[in-house]
């Protein structure tokens, strides 16, 4: 026999020498992966208590309480994607509304995006074109667009149901399910983002309600269609013939009033203002509705120099602007007011420049905060350390508990049927009739 004939006679051995040996070895770096991810999760546990110590201590945290169960799924991790998720969930015992996950390494990046296309089987994630207001413990349709409007849903009418569920019922555990994925900083952000994005899930899944109007009621199931259509948009009823700058809105309320709205709350917001009270000229009163806006960035000084008349002092503030607004000024804020806009309805209301109205508080998320990045460099998670404004609240500062508003406003379901914003009627009457006595320290020039 040749060599060359020795050596086929051998290859298979060698063949599957070399499988066995390919197949050990990857075992091995899946195992040291799976280490890698565990000891991960591990540092996670130990060092955010360490970085949120106070945080946790003033929202009540019991961490290790709060943490048990994902201590055991942790042993149990095998791959990026499960490991990605259980941080995720890690990150939501914080109760905080900015901590996340803010890098990925590539390769985990890559194998959440398959499992993420996988999942979702080329479906969209959208919601039903229905969203929900809380008044006291009913539950009301808040927006309503679209094929939901098509289907006879208004805004205004009562939700008794939602697929079989008492709705108020279907919201807290809505709210629960969310809560365990995402951080909320308090509950009522988190009911609030319940009756907003809690809605949603893929593309073609269908949705009961049963609806009141009057003593009427009816039953109807809607498939989800459309794009991202479940973000709330602020005001149940905005006023007639808003005109836009940016994101922001402006015009006048029904009872002839000056009415903006900003939706968010971006670098350039002093000079917005100043286009915006421009054109809204010598109005006897303003309603800055706050509802919904999502926060971003700006020289708070500047925006707050916009509601007292030019090179006047009040506070730390000072006038200023193409077009201040000196007046009487309602602030209208919900619990989808976030970060900067809570900072910012915040300080007209703590620094006694307005009244604040609303449903409930804002939701309780603004802080500093830092970057952490674990021992694999796998991911780095971002988590809120102390309070902003900590003067707000009595010294308590914002994060974990929102800005409060001076009066609670329920939503009258009947108004809105009515095409009436309670909280716009509310506004209105303060600046017809005057603020609570002592309520807001400032007053108007000339008054």
């Known amino acids: 026999m040749t060599q060359y004939g020795a050596a086929a006679r051998h290859r298979p051995v060698v063949l599957a020498m070399l499988l066995t040996m390919s197949l050990t070895l990857r075992t091995a770096c899946a195992r040291g992966e799976a280490d890698d991810l565990r000891a991960d999760v591990q540092f996670l546990l130990e060092e955010l208590p360490k970085k949120a110590r106070g945080l946790l201590r003033d929202k009540g945290i019991d961490w290790k309480k709060a943490t048990k169960s994902l201590k055991g799924e942790a042993k149990k991790l095998k791959d990026p994607v499960e490991y990605v998720r259980l941080v995720e969930r890690i990150l939501a015992r914080l109760q905080d509304g900015h901590a996340g996950i803010v890098k990925l390494a590539p390769d985990v990046e890559a194998a959440l995006k398959a499992a993420n296309e996988d999942e979702a089987k080329g479906r969209r994630w959208t919601g039903p074109r229905v969203h929900l207001l809380l008044a006291g413990d009913d539950v009301l349709v808040g927006e309503a667009f679209g094929g939901a409007a098509e289907q006879g849903v208004k805004v205004g009418m009562q939700v008794i149901e939602i697929d079989d569920l008492p709705a108020r019922t279907w919201v807290e555990q809505k709210a629960d399910e969310l809560a365990d994925k995402n951080g909320y900083s308090t509950r009522h952000a988190a009911l609030h983002a319940a009756c907003h994005w809690g809605l949603a899930t893929w593309e073609g899944t269908p949705i009961g309600f049963e609806l009141r109007e009057g003593r009427d009621r009816k039953k109807i199931t809607i498939t989800r269609r459309g794009g991202p259509n479940f973000a709330p948009s602020g005001p149940a009823c905005p006023p007639e013939g808003l005109k836009q700058v940016g994101r922001q809105s402006y015009g006048m309320s029904p009872g002839g009033f000056g009415y903006i709205h900003l939706r968010d709350i971006p670098d350039k917001l002093p000079q917005q203002l100043d286009e915006m009270l421009g054109a809204l000229g010598d109005v006897p009163g303003l309603v800055l509705d706050m509802r919904a806006n999502g926060g971003g960035g700006c020289d708070h000084e500047a925006v707050f120099g916009r509601f007292l008349a030019r090179g006047t002092k009040w506070r730390q503030y000072t006038g200023q602007g193409a077009s201040p607004f000196s007046g009487p000024l309602v602030v209208i804020v919900d619990a989808g007011v976030r970060s900067a806009g809570e900072t910012v309805s915040g300080m007209?209301?703590?620094?006694?420049?307005?009244?604040?109205?609303?449903?409930?508080?804002?939701?309780?998320?603004?802080?500093?905060?830092?970057?952490?990045?674990?021992?694999?460099?796998?991911?780095?998670?971002?988590?809120?350390?102390?309070?902003n404004k900590g003067r707000f609240n009595g010294g308590k500062g914002i994060e974990g508990l929102g800005v409060p508003p001076d009066e609670v406003v329920t939503y009258d379901p009947k108004e809105l049927l009515a095409g009436i914003d309670s909280q716009i009627r509310r506004a209105e009457e303060l600046l017809r009739d005057g603020f609570p006595k002592g309520a807001v320290p400032y007053e108007p020039p000339g008054r």
């Open 348 to 387: 007209f209301k703590e620094d006694g420049r307005a009244y604040m109205i609303g449903p409930e508080p804002t939701a309780g998320m603004s802080s500093q905060k830092e970057v952490v990045e674990v021992p694999s460099g796998k991911l780095s998670v971002r988590v809120s350390v102390s309070s």
